[in-house]
């Protein structure tokens, strides 16, 4: 991680108050020759750069993990309640831990490219892609059980992982169902599509 974070460029940087561009030039160029105003990086600096990459996971002062992107605005909250109700239930935590356990750094490798293409008819070390994401959602929605017992979380909290069941209860992803009203409900069209994925458009589906 360290590695490969030195070799990317700086994308900006905040010093003295102010937000400036840096020259693109790999990071670990700038631990050695300075920025271009004379000045040295520090530990900030090099906090403010690991922000800038993308990584599926980034160490920051938590692990920060990629969400889902461009879903109607009802669907994002799945997916803090998943993380919620699998990394912050010790219980489902574990048993997470322990079915996930035979996957390797290969097979994530060849996930990042299959899980595009196939969706959840993707495998990872011969197991489904389906079957793996069902499982982790059932140890989430546990944990989120759990968390409503303690009273840490509302009653309600558990309902918000209702659509990724949907998901894996019918097999279709969301960029599946988009790809089908592209070509039926929304006729094409762009700006029809756009209405449809809106909180109005959500509500009334």
């Known amino acids: 991680m360290v590695d490969w974070a030195l070799q990317l460029p700086m994308i900006y940087r905040v ?19 300075g920025f271009d105003d004379g000045s040295r990086p520090d530990l900030f600096d090099w906090e403010c750069h690991l922000s800038q990459v993308w990584p599926h996971v980034r160490v920051r002062k938590t692990l920060e993990t990629r969400a889902f992107d461009a879903l109607p605005w ?4 799945a997916a803090p309640a998943f993380w919620a109700g699998l990394a912050y239930d010790d219980r489902s935590l574990a048993e ?6 035979c996957v ?23 197991r489904s892609v389906l079957h793996l994401s069902a499982e982790l959602l059932r140890l989430a929605h546990r944990g989120l059980l759990r968390r409503v017992e303690q009273n840490i979380e509302p009653s309600w909290v558990p309902d918000l992982l209702d659509p990724l069941l949907d998901v894996v209860t019918s097999g279709v992803t969301f960029a599946e169902r988009s790809l089908r009203e592209w070509g039926e409900s929304v006729s094409s069209s762009p ?3 756009v209405d449809a994925v809106t909180i109005g458009g959500a509500r009334r589906r």
Do not use: Y
């Not at 009802?74 to 909250?77: A, E, K, L, N, T």
């Not at 997470?96 to 356990?101: R, T």
């Not at 390797?104 to 011969?126: F, M, N, Q, W, Y």
């Open 15 to 33: 010093h003295a108050g102010r937000t400036t561009t840096v020259p693109p030039v790999a990071f670990s160029q700038i631990l050695l020759n």
């Open 74 to 77: 009802p669907m994002f909250s």
């Open 96 to 101: 997470a831990l322990e079915l996930l356990s």
């Open 104 to 126: 390797t750094v290969e097979h994530l490798r060849d996930l990042t490219s299959e899980v595009p293409i196939k969706g959840l008819g993707a495998t990872c070390g011969g």
């Open 191 to 193: 700006l029809s599509f």
